[in-house]
Each structure stands twice: as C-alpha cells, then as structure tokens.
C-alpha cells in the first residue's frame, strides 16, 4: 500500500503521520519546514541482524500480530480466538488539525477508529473505538493508547502521594526497561494521580524537551513508558479492566477515554502553558471569564458536624464582614448524620437540628450578598442508614463477601437504576427547592470489589458516576460543582469537564500546601484549584503558622476559608480580610495569566510568578521553605516580561517580622526601583532574607 505523511500543526509543535497500512508518527517536537519526501527518507530505519526481516513500526495502534515485542495496544479473544488481530486502514478523515482513522481486520471482525487531533495550544488528544463486527463475544483484556517518545525522552517524573499530601513528583532515568504505575482505587487517587512527563536529560522549569501525558480517566489506570531493545520508546495508558468486565456484543463499541499530551522545548513552564491554555480555551465553561470565582468559607474544619442554624447563620454574618462571597454548610446536616458512622444515604434535612428548614438559613447567606453551598457523598452510604436497611442490595459489592470499610462508609451501586434514580431525585429535589448555587460533591473512601449483579463493574461505575454529574448538570445549569474526593483524589480533565473546582488537599498546613499546589500547577491552571486560609493550628499536622504565610500561600487559586469566624479573635479576622481583598485584587491577574515556575539558587526557596498575558504587570511570590542555605539568598530573576519594557517593582506584602531579623534587608523592597525587564529575566534583584515558613510578595508594574 502507498504510503503518505501528513501534518497536524499547533503553534510551535507539530506532528507528522505516516499512513499506510498502519499510522506511525514519525516526528513529534518542534516544527520544521521541508519537503515530506525528505523527511521520511532521512527516517527510515535500518535493519539489524538477529531480530524479524522487516522492520517493524511502532504505531499509534501496536499490535502482537506486526511483531511488535512490546506491550501491544489491545489485548482480547473471542473464545479464544481473534486474539492478535492485525488492523489495515480503510479510511482516512483529515483537517489541519487532527485525523480520524478508520481501521479493520475482518478475520477478527473488529473494526477500529483512531482519533488524532492537536489543537493551537500545541495539546494533542488521542483516543480508540472498538468495534465488534462478528458474531459471538468478543472479551476485552486491554485497550490503550499509544504515543511514541524519541530516544532522547530519557528522565522521567512521576507523580506519588497519599491523602493529605497529594501531587508529590519524583524523578528517575529512561534508559532500560521503562516504567508503569497503576491505580486500583476506584477513583483517580491520592497515590497515583494519571500524568507524568518525560525529556532531555535534566529537563527543567525553563528548559529542555518535554512531553507531558495527562490521562482524562476517574477511576482505575495503568500509565506506563517503555523502552524497547532498540532504544525506541512510547507511552501508553489505559483504563484497568477488572476480570471479565468488558465484552462487546456483535455492533457493540467501547471507547478508550482521551489521552491528553504536548511537547514543549522550553521546558516544564512551556508544557504547563500549553495545558493551561488549553483547559481555559476547551475544558472550562464560559462562566470563568465572565464571573469571578467567588471567595469561599466551608464550616467543615469550622463546626465539624455540630449544626446550630442560629449559630451557622452568625458564621455566615462574620463572614460576610470578611469579605466572603459564598458560604458552604458541610457534613453533617442531614437526618442521621452526628458522625461519620451513620447517616450517608439519607439524602432529607435533619429536622432536629434545623428545625425551622433550610431556608432560613439559605435566605440568610443570600441577603448577605453571599452564594449558598452544599455538601453532598451521592455515591456514599452507611450501613446505619435507613436507604440501607431498605435496600440492602444498592451496595456495590460481591454478594456473600464483607469488604472493609473507608470512613466507615460503603459504595452505592450507580449501575442500578434504582438506586441512580434514587440519588439524582434528592439532589435535583435540594437545588429545585433551596437557592443552592453550589456543590461541594465528595468521596471520601476507595473503592473495594465493584461488582454489579456478581459481576466487575468498575469501569462502568466510574461512567455512571460521569452519567449521574452530566444529568444533575444538565437539569441545574447555573448550579457549581467542586470535585473533592477526601482532598484531591479525583481531580482530571475528565471530570473537570462537568465540575468548576478541584478540592485540591484536605491539608491546609501552608509549608505542605507550597508542595501539594507546585505539583498541581504543572496540568492545571490556578483557577480550579481550591485553596484555602485554615486556621492558625493546622487540622491535619498539628503546625502553627503565621496568618502572612497561609494567606500567601492561599493567594495563588481559588481562594477560600475554612475555619470558624466567630471564634477568632479581631486580629485574626483582620488578617483574614486582608488576604481576601489582597486576593480580590489580583484575582483577575492570578485567573488569567501565564503561570511560571522560577527556578532558585536555594532549593530552601519556592518561588511562584503569575504574569499578564499581555505582559503589562506580574505579581511573585517568594516562600521561604526552610532555613536559607547560606547567609545570604542570591538574586530574583523573573522570566516571562517584556524585555524591552520598563517595570516598577514594590512588594505587596511581607512577614510582619521582616525587619527584625536583619540589620537592613535590600533597599529595593522599600523604595522600590525601576528595571527593565530584560534586566529582570537575566541578573534580576538580590534578594530579601526571609524565615524559615514564611512568604512576600512583590509586584511588577509596567510603565512604558
């Protein structure tokens, strides 16, 4: 068969596609410019003793049957049979932008579509559908995606964590063998958030090649990178099928969720950019530019589950006095619910403890001029629950076994249309009822023997799951969703298509939230991501900061509160004020601009900058770690200006210990100065010295 190239291009990358039989990319960085009769030339491959005759290609489709020795993309058999089925396109659909492949083996009666697409901020999108053709069950093993790396793609960084302390990155060579993680849990995970990246060796924030991979999936995942014998490597992800889950029927399909992926010569901050701009352009609906997103306070860490309406209610009056513009009632105000024993499932107001309705308390928040919020766990119950008692059998589980519990909470089955109906009746009767205008939507526990009818069914669980939220959405347009999953375990680009926020950790200590929310901001930009001001004593790590610190630290996202107003003392309170105008202020800045990454001289300094689009101002955030490593911090340098401007740098706030704890710090801090920005980028300012979990920030302001 003849052979073509074509080319998807964004705005600084590019790939080209061989299409023959099989679609192979053949380059996928930088763009280029040249004849393609010359490109594929220069690319083909020699062919080395001892191994096949033929070279064999590694496609956006590997398959066992071509002699490819490395993890194939589909692994299956229809009783046995059709179990390396050999695909050749048919069809090729094409636009500048992306290609839709249509592929068939007829001996195995299965047909294939293969979409590939880039778009103009250089995010390329890929997915597969399978089709089956042919009488009798066709049983799926494995279905992934596929994209090839170049051999210098040889550092990798990973992601590991836990609850309360997600998104923590770690690096390690490619050089043999390869790499896989994978995620059991039933949601997207503490442990194993879906992305990584890959590139040049000591790759950094401002340099080298990268490809970053994020994979849209909410439940179980297996990423891996490989490296083949030949130094070839690729990247694959899937979806884990449990045993036996899925099997296509004769005309049935299944679809691979989309695999998201760029490359970036300008290192990580580019990667970061180009998926950033990407979810504000594609992912993020059209209320983000036109609303603000509101300062929040959630009582959770305020009032835990002890409801007093006349008490919540002067919560809600202290928190308007601060500045807030919506106010959340957590856990605990529905019938049964005193502690984390009892109660999920039965989705009516606990009347002893509102006696007087919700509406009152709703009218309250809104006459402040405040946004009401609600917490939900629709996929949740208790055992102690009179939904379990009537329905024992919404559980999902295997039926004869006793699976541990999380949180002292079970999984409802949403394969059960009973049981979906159930759950989407009392959510639409709460937002139909009350001017609800959000959402806080949890889950707070892993996911154990996912069975529907005896059956695996995680898979579709995580569907009905997407069904139930897509529904509530489509009923309720106006209404907001966060995804909180015990903190951030179920945060993608999947769900970020139905929800507005992420609960990024349930840990609201500054010093562990300076890590948590740098892992975060390499896929995501800072307006979906939650952060909060909690009290002064962290609930999670028993660590004191000062109110400078955390309300720095929560500066940078979607701003919020969680604590009990009443409580604190004037000063406190004072603080907080601060910080939410401070965030008010800037919040049209820190939502719409380019986030970057600076690198320090100091690993004991994190440094933050957010920069306009059009370059006009800049704010950065300087935190102090630990202990400086020398007695003096070395220079502040900002990329991102414009280096022919002119700027005035001023610092917006600093720790209230500042100048106690030097003889003088840099004049420039208090004086200000003028530089260009050119001079920023290259040879920058000296910087202040600052306390160990402490934090300033400094404005940049152009002039010409």
């Not at 970036?264 to 993020?284: Q, T």
């Not at 202290?318 to 957590?330: H, L, N, T, Y």
């Not at 766990?377 to 009179?386: L, T």
Request: net charge negative; proline share 4%; with cysteine.
């Amino acid at each position: 068969m003849d052979k073509t190239l074509i080319e998807l291009v964004g705005h600084q990358t590019q790939l080209i596609v061989e299409l023959g039989e099989y679609a192979e990319i053949v380059h996928w960085g930088k763009k280029v410019s040249g004849a393609h009769a010359g490109f594929r030339q220069a690319l083909l491959r020699p062919v080395p003793y001892g191994r096949l005759d033929n070279d064999v290609a590694m496609t956006l489709h590997p398959e066992l049957g071509r002699g490819v020795f490395s993890s194939p993309a589909l692994e299956g058999h229809r009783n046995g049979q059709d179990w390396a089925p050999v695909f050749t396109i048919i069809d090729v659909e094409h636009n500048l932008n992306g290609i839709v492949i249509k592929s068939e083996d007829n001996n195995a009666g299965l047909c294939l579509k293969t979409e590939l697409f880039i778009d103009r901020h250089d995010v390329v999108k890929t997915r597969h559908t399978l089709t089956n053709t042919k009488v009798g069950i066709y049983q799926i093993n494995r279905f992934a995606n596929t994209l090839p790396l170049p051999e210098r793609a040889n550092e990798i960084m990973t992601y590991y964590g836990r609850w309360v302390n997600e998104f923590q990155t770690v690096r390690a060579p490619l050089a043999h063998g390869g790499y896989q993680q994978e995620n059991r849990r039933g949601r997207t995970s503490h442990e194993h958030y879906p992305a990584l990246v890959t590139g040049s060796k000591s790759f950094g924030e401002m340099s080298g090649d990268v490809w970053g991979f994020h994979f849209a999936w909410s439940g179980n995942h297996r990423l891996r990178v490989d490296v083949k014998a030949d130094g070839r490597r690729y990247m694959q992800a899937e979806v884990i099928y449990l045993p036996g889950e899925e099997s296509l029927e004769k005309g049935k399909s299944i679809s691979t969720p989309w695999l998201y992926a760029t490359h970036s010569f300008e290192g990580l901050n580019g990667m970061s950019h180009h998926f950033h701009s990407h979810i504000r352009e594609y992912i993020l609906p059209r209320s983000f530019k036109e609303k603000p997103r509101p300062i929040h306070l959630n009582t959770w860490e305020g009032i835990y589950f002890d409801h007093d309406p006349e008490y919540i209610m002067s919560m809600a009056t202290q928190s308007a006095k601060m500045g807030v513009e919506r106010f959340i009632i957590d856990d605990g105000w529905f019938k049964g619910r005193n502690g984390d024993k009892a109660g999920l499932g039965d989705w009516f107001l606990c009347e002893s403890k509102y006696p007087a309705g919700l509406k009152l308390v709703v009218d309250h928040v809104n006459q402040l001029g405040m946004e009401f919020g609600l917490w939900f766990e629709p996929e949740m119950i208790n055992k102690d629950s009179d939904l379990f008692r009537a329905h024992p059998d919404w559980l999902l589980a295997v039926e004869g076994y006793e699976q541990p519990t999380g949180r002292n909470q079970y999984v409802i089955d949403l394969q059960n249309n009973d049981a979906f109906n159930y759950l989407f009746e009392r959510l639409d009767y709460f937002l139909s009822s009350y001017n609800i205008a959000y959402i806080k939507w949890d889950m707070n526990r892993e996911v154990v023997q996912p069975a529907h009818l005896g059956h695996a069914a995680g898979h579709n669980q995580t569907l009905r799951y997407y069904d139930l939220v897509d529904k509530i959405r489509l009923r309720h347009l106006n209404v907001e969703i966060e995804s909180c999953a015990a903190g951030g375990g179920r945060i993608d680009f999947e769900v970020l298509k139905r929800t507005h926020r992420f609960w990024t950790s349930d840990n609201n200590d500054a010093l562990e939230r300076q890590t948590i929310q740098r892992g975060m901001s390499y896929f995501f930009p800072p307006e979906v991501m939650g952060c909060h001001i909690g009290a002064s004593l962290c609930h999670s790590t028993r660590r004191r900061h000062n109110i400078e610190f955390r309300g720095l630290t929560a500066l940078y996202g979607h701003m919020g509160i969680e604590l009990d107003p009443v409580k604190e003392d004037q000063k406190e309170r004072q603080g907080f004020e601060r910080y939410i105008n401070l965030h008010k202020k800037l919040r049209p800045l820190l939502h719409s601009g380019r986030t970057w990454r600076v690198p320090t001289d100091d690993d004991s300094h994190q440094i933050h900058a957010v920069v306009a689009t059009d370059q006009s101002e800049a704010i950065v955030i300087i935190s102090q770690l630990t202990m400086p490593t020398h007695s003096l911090s070395g220079c502040l340098r900002i990329p991102g200006l414009d280096e022919q401007a002119k700027y005035r740098v001023s610092v917006l706030d600093h720790p209230s210990n500042y100048d106690d704890i030097v003889n003088y710090q840099p004049p420039w801090t208090k004086l200000g100065c003028e530089l260009s920005g050119e001079w920023c980028k290259e040879v920058g300012l000296a910087m202040p010295i600052l306390d160990a979990e402490s934090a300033m920030l400094i404005r940049f302001e152009r002039l010409n």
